[in-house]
């Protein structure tokens, strides 16, 4: 990885480490509440949750995601960076399912285990989001700002 990538990479893992200092809730209790429309509203430093097939939640704000390894894509000649989704779902305790839905305020996409792999990554914003990155579907249809993954 080149200085200048790795430069990007710390300075969004800063942006998103700035909202959060505590560590991830791992209850069934500690669900957000859901807003208008139906997306959870996240608490103060969370960027999402992952709900497993349980109903265990587990919120990851700036310091877990700065905890994890981040994998790289290039997808139409731009190089996306991020978390891979399936170290996001073992860092929740999750290492087997079904399908795995990925929520943001405009859209939401689900994906079967098959379609998950190392080239799924929940890249890292400018804005201190995520959203999907995956050379497997159309970047037109990339979920953004993603707030809430659910595990069957």
């Known amino acids: 990885m080149t200085l200048l990538k790795q430069l990007a990479g710390l300075m969004l893992a800063l942006i998103l480490l700035a909202g959060c200092t505590s560590t991830p809730a791992e209850t069934p209790t500690a669900a957000a509440t859901p807003a208008a429309g139906g997306l959870p509203t996240l608490p103060a430093g969370a960027v999402f949750q992952v709900i497993d097939a349980n109903g265990v939640v587990t919120l990851f704000g700036g310091a877990e995601l700065g905890e994890l390894p981040l994998g790289q894509i290039t997808v139409e000649e731009k190089v996306e960076e ?17 399908e795995v839905t990925l929520t943001g305020p405009a859209s939401a996409m689900t994906l079967t285990a098959d379609q998950v792999d190392d080239q799924v990554l929940l890249d890292l914003t400018n804005r201190g989001t995520v959203k999907l ?20």
């Open 133 to 152: 990155a995956s050379p497997y579907v159309p970047k037109a249809d990339w979920v953004k700002d993603i707030t809430l993954i659910q595990v069957k």
């Open 82 to 98: 991020g978390p891979r989704l399936l170290d996001v779902l073992a860092a929740a305790g999750i290492t087997t399912f079904d």
